[in-house]
Every structure is written in C-alpha cells, then in structure tokens.
C-alpha cells in the first residue's frame, strides 16, 4: 500500500538553528513528491516538487531534496515567521495524491 | 488571478443532517479534487472531478458524493452526517494538462458536527 511518513511529528527550534524535517515514502511508481506548507486555519501552500532521486530545490531559507526512499527539508537559520506544519505528499500517477500527517514547526526568537 | 475559493468558511451541522460545500477553481484550471483533514493530521483524499465525471475515489463511504458543473466549480455532499465528520474540508484545483504539477488549495470549510 502506498504511503508516506514524516519525522518529527514536532520540531521546536531557536531562531537561527538549523534543522531538518524527514518524509519517507512507500509508493509504486513516484511521478512527484511534493511539500507543502500549511498555516493554522489556512489551506496548503504549495512550495517544491522533485521528480527523481538526487534532485534538489532551494527558496530562502528552505531546500528540499530527494532520494529513492524519502525526501528531506532543510531549514537553514529559521526565523520565527517559518512556523507552520510542513507537509509532505506524493503523486504515485494516478488522480489520488497521498499526504503524510505533517511536522509541525516552532521558531522561536 | 483569483485563486481556489470555498464556501462556507465555517458550518456547524448536527448528528443525521446533510451538509453542501462548495469550490471555485483557480481560473484556467479544469480538475477538481477534494480532501478531508481531521485535526492534526494531513490531508486525506476524498474524490476527484474532472469533465463532470468522478475520475478516482479514496477511502470513504458513499455518504460522500459530488458534482462539477459546467464552469468547473465543485460541491462536496455529506448525508447522514457523523461525529466523525467535523474536520477541514480542502478543495483543490489543477489543469489536466500539467497532472504532474502541484494542485492550488483553498482554505477550506471547516465542518463541526454537533
């Protein structure tokens, strides 16, 4: 069965701490991975999609990058405002895009 | 450029009602899919529209049912409403052809059940 974990559930960092958010996926056939950011009461903020293993995307303090098993978000010197729940989802080439359950981000200043 | 919109933004229902939500797609897009996500955790799959046609299906009873019209918006229909049925309910919007493309969401209804 197709699926998609993500770890931490819950990361609280300093204001300039560098971090990483994991997402790890079990699907048949990847034809995207993608993450999102979501604010409280908000709908998902779409932020990168990656295609194949070794694929990187950056903006500002966010880079994503991908291999065969599982995809990491790399938060370089976090500022308060990049408090959210970051989520993780894949494509697997049908019309169903599956989510994992999110990490919720704390930057504190 | 408007983007996906929802409506209602908030609906407080009881046990046994149905409910109707409703979504405009981002302007150029012709795909439709909506999503259930319960409290503090992420988005789960419902259905997708594309051409007035369910094209896919998550897991959910048949309770859940839909429609897209002509102009491409959308509604969600939820009969015999449950408990378990409060949550944000997302619409999101895509082109056919970019499918591999990220879809826009809304920001969603949220649906209590009382």
Avoid: M
Avoid at chain 1, 43 to 71: C, I, V
Avoid at chain 2, 4 to 26: A, F, N, Y
Avoid at chain 2, 29 to 54: C, K, R
């Amino acid at each position: 069965e197709d699926q998609v974990t993500q770890s931490p559930e819950a990361l609280r960092l300093q204001e300039g701490e560098s971090s990483s958010l994991n997402c790890s996926y079990t699907v048949s056939g990847l034809r995207g991975l993608f993450w999102y950011r979501q604010d409280p009461g908000k709908g998902p903020e779409f932020l990168f999609t990656l295609y194949s293993a070794g694929e990187e995307k950056e903006k500002e303090r966010l880079k994503a990058t991908l291999t065969k098993k599982e995809s990491f978000l790399h938060i370089t010197a976090p500022k308060p405002e990049d408090s959210a729940t970051y989520l993780c989802a894949t494509n697997t080439g049908g019309f169903k895009t599956i989510f994992g359950a999110g990490t919720r981000l704390f930057v504190k200043a | 450029d408007a983007g996906v919109t929802q409506s209602p933004t908030h609906l407080i229902k009881t046990r046994g009602q149905q409910v109707t939500l409703r979504c405009s797609p981002k302007s150029g897009h012709d795909t439709v899919s909506w999503y259930q996500q319960a409290l503090g955790q992420g988005p789960q799959f419902i259905f997708q529209y594309y051409e007035e046609e369910e094209r896919q299906r998550g897991n959910f009873p048949d309770r859940f049912s839909g429609h897209q019209f002509p102009n491409y918006s959308s509604e969600l229909n939820v009969n015999a409403l449950l408990l378990g049925d409060s949550a944000l309910y997302l619409c999101a919007s895509s082109s056919v052809q970019t499918s591999n493309q990220p879809q826009h969401f809304g920001d969603g209804t949220r649906l209590s059940i009382l």
